[in-house]
């Protein structure tokens, strides 16, 4: 084959595969008010997905966490507390020393136990929070 020949045969429409076309995509006017109350509606989803959903009757396709901006910011709070610190390592010094029987009771002692399950507590408390979940009385 020559070099026109190949030239000729590249140059030639594949046939192998219809191009498909796309529908060219839809769009909407809205109020300020109106995205605001459809973006609070979505939770986090995608807003044409949420009115695609919405309007079709179609189930909701949640992609990535599903949690709202709020939910992520205070689950970013919690692991912000969780890193920190020392927590987890000073815990598990204090347990290894409870362990094997070298911690002295001092007031200095309590003090970081108080501290290390305040800062517990409050991730808790984070976390119940960014899962929407209702705090229990304790």
Known sequence: MSIIDRFEASARPKTDKPKRKRPAPFSIRLSDTERARLLNE???????????AKTLGAPLRIRGSGYSIKDRQALAQALALLGSGNLSKSLGEISNAVSIGVLPVTSETEAELFKAVQDVREVRRLLVRALGLKEANQ
């Open 42 to 52: 979505a939770k986090g989803t995608p807003l044409s997905a949420y009115i695609k």
